[in-house]
T-cell receptor
C-alpha cells in the first residue's frame, strides 16, 4: 500500500538557522509531490510542487527552497530561517487526477 | 484564480444532530473535489473524493455532494459524535493544483 512519511513531527529552530524537512513516499512510482504550509489561523498555502526528479515549481516567492533528489523523496529547505517561516508544513502526493494523500505534518516554530 | 470559501467558519452542535458544511468555489472547471478532516496539530485525512462527473459520494455517516454548475459542495454528517470534532477542509483540483478553503471548525458537544 502507499504510505507517506514526513519528519520530524515538531521542530524548534532559532532565527537564522538552516532548515531541512524530508518527505518520502512508498508504494507508488512517479508521484506528484507537494509542500504546503498552514500558518496560524490561515488556510493551506501551496509552496512547491514537483512532477518529477529535479522538477520543482514554486507558487510563492519566499525564503524556502525545495528539491527532489529521488523519485519518491521531496525536501524542503532554508538557509536562514525567519520568524515568519513558523507554521505547520504538510507534504502530499498524488498520482494521476484523483486526490491528494497528506503526510502527518511538521510543526515548525522559529524562535 | 480559483477561490474556495467555507461557511460557517466554526460550528458547535450537540451530539446526535445532523449537520451540513458548505463549500463554494468560483471556477466550475474542476477535475474533482475532496473533503478532508484535520485534527489539532495533525495532518490531513481524506474523507471523500468526488470526481467532476459525479454528484455525490457516501462513506458511513458522511455524504458529500457536488454541483459544479453552481460551484457548490456540501458535506453532510449524520448523527454527529464527539469524535467528529475537528476542522473540515474542502479542496478543488484545477490543473495540477488543489485549492483549499480555510475550513470549518466543528465541535460536537457530548
Amino acid at each position: 500500500s502507499q504510505t507517506i512519511h514526513q519528519w520530524p513531527a515538531t521542530l524548534v529552530q532559532p532565527v537564522g538557522s538552516p532548515l531541512s524537512l524530508e518527505c518520502t513516499v512508498e508504494g507508488t512510482s512517479n508521484p506528484n509531490l507537494y509542500w504546503y504550509r498552514q500558518a496560524a489561523g490561515r488556510g493551506l498555502q501551496l509552496l512547491f510542487y514537483s512532477v518529477g526528479i529535479g522538477q520543482i515549481s514554486s507558487e510563492v516567492p519566499q525564503n524556502l527552497s525545495a528539491s527532489r533528489p529521488q523519485d519518491r523523496q521531496f525536501i524542503l529547505s532554508s538557509k536562514k530561517l525567519l520568524l515568519s517561516d513558523s507554521g505547520f508544513y504538510l507534504c502530499a502526493w498524488s498520482v494521476g487526477v484523483p486526490g491528494y494523500t497528506f503526510g502527518s505534518g511538521t510543526r515548525l516554530t522559529v524562535v | 484564480k480559483q477561490e474556495v470559501t467555507q461557511i460557517p467558519a466554526a460550528l458547535s452542535v450537540p451530539e446526535g444532530e445532523n449537520l451540513v458544511l458548505n463549500c463554494s468555489f468560483t471556477d466550475s472547471a474542476i477535475y474533482n473535489l475532496q473533503w478532508f478532516r484535520q485534527d489539532p496539530g495533525k495532518g490531513l485525512t481524506s474523507l471523500l473524493l468526488i470526481q467532476s462527473s459525479q454528484r455525490e459520494q457516501t462513506s458511513g455517516r458522511l455524504n458529500a455532494s457536488l454541483d459544479k454548475s453552481s460551484g457548490r459542495s456540501t458535506l453532510y454528517i449524520a448523527a454527529s459524535q464527539p469524535g467528529d470534532s475537528a476542522t473540515y477542509l474542502c479542496a478543488v483540483l484545477k490543473g495540477n493544483q488543489f485549492y483549499f478553503g480555510t475550513g470549518t471548525s466543528l465541535t460536537v458537544i457530548p
